[in-house]
């Protein structure tokens, strides 16, 4: 979270992957499904929906991010959901090449459903500084970044490290690097 997962995943489409980004499809379609949002109302009340009965996230976040519980109640609902629509695009193009971007991979166990992995990192103060741009409040990003495996211990469970603590170009250099492994996809 805000250390540019998107934007790598974002340059590896531009070189040629095709890319699935699971936090639009929770955005997009998991949370506007009629099912999912009839469960959630239930679940955490009419706070958490706007006036057109839409999911309000924000609000939705600050009851899930106090509560653990409630976080991995949600968890349980929706990421099911988004690894089916996940795994339905790339088995509709299994010769393609795939970029994944899961924030929760290695909390959810799921790496071993990719072909490799790959960690972008950045420091933590430039993490912060890019979700308080975002509009994320600095407790609330704590509070979030707190529930998810520290960014160490991803490094070492990763495949490959990619580091955007410089500039876009040098992040760009860096994809590039990678998907030399990979000759079929340039």
Same mark, same amino acid.
């Not at 379609?29 to 006036?51: K, M």
């Not at 998810?148 to 250099?173: C, H, M, W, Y």
């Given at each position: ?12 489409a #531009? ?8 936090d ?19 679940r ?17 976040? #600050? ?8 976080r ?8 099911? #959901?988004?690894?089916?629509? +996940? ?10 090449? +795939? ?57 070492e ?30």
């Amino acid at each position: 979270m805000g250390c540019g997962k998107s934007t790598a995943g974002r340059l590896f489409a #531009e070189l040629g992957w095709r890319r699935i980004d699971c936090d639009a499809l929770v955005r997009d379609v998991v949370l506007r499904d009629l099912a999912v949002v009839a469960q959630i109302g239930a679940r955490f009340g009419q706070g958490v929906l706007a006036a057109d009965g839409q999911i309000e996230r924000a609000r939705l976040a #600050e009851a899930v991010f106090g509560d653990d519980a409630a976080r991995l109640w949600l968890e349980a609902l929706v990421h099911p #959901e988004v690894r089916r629509h +996940w795994a339905g695009q790339v088995q509709s193009a299994p010769q393609a090449m +795939w970029v994944v971007e899961v924030p929760l991979l290695f909390e959810k166990n799921l790496e071993k459903m990719f072909d490799f992995t790959v960690c972008v990192a950045c420091a933590p103060d430039l993490q912060l500084t890019r979700l308080e741009q975002r509009g994320i409040e600095r407790t609330l990003a704590l509070q979030r970044i707190s529930k998810q495996l520290p960014l160490a211990r991803k490094i070492e469970l990763s495949d490959f490290v990619l580091s955007n603590d410089g500039t876009l170009d040098f992040l760009r250099d860096q994809v590039r690097q990678l998907m030399l492994r990979y000759p079929a996809a340039v």
